[in-house]
């Protein structure tokens, strides 16, 4: 683990997964130590993110099928995230077919910035 990870109240919950200031459902992902995998919303969701000293990255945000899509399953992620790095800067890029989920989050305050504010194909 790295030194960011170390200052992070983190707690082993079972072989597999752990909860980050008290969100359950984070695991560590092979290839690099300062990224996990969120799926503390699985089977409907989960996410990755990429922790540093004041910042997170969050990356392949997915809500699986149709019929759970546009239901706040994505929101609550998301928000799940926030709570979990709550002295963060939250960021995403985004494709313009996602654009609109994101700038809500940032209107709520769930994240804190858009970061490519040019025109990115879905």
């Given at each position: 683990m790295t030194q960011v990870i170390r200052k992070m109240n983190i707690e082993k919950i079972n072989k597999k997964a752990y909860a980050i200031n008290g969100v359950p459902g984070?695991?560590?992902t092979p290839r690099d130590e300062d990224a996990w995998h969120y799926v503390g919303r699985m089977p409907t969701s989960?996410?990755?993110?990429?922790?540093h000293e004041d910042w997170v990255?969050?990356?392949n945000v997915i809500v699986y099928g149709s019929i759970n899509q546009k239901q706040g399953h994505g929101?609550?992620?998301i928000a799940n995230i926030r709570q979990a790095f709550p002295g963060h800067h939250i960021?995403?890029?985004t494709g313009e077919c996602s654009r609109g989920f994101w700038e809500k989050m940032v209107e709520r305050d769930y994240i804190d910035s858009i970061e490519?504010?040019?025109w990115w194909p879905c």
């Open positions: 984070f695991t560590p989960r996410c990755t993110v990429f922790v990255e969050i990356h929101t609550a992620m960021w995403v890029n490519n504010e040019y």
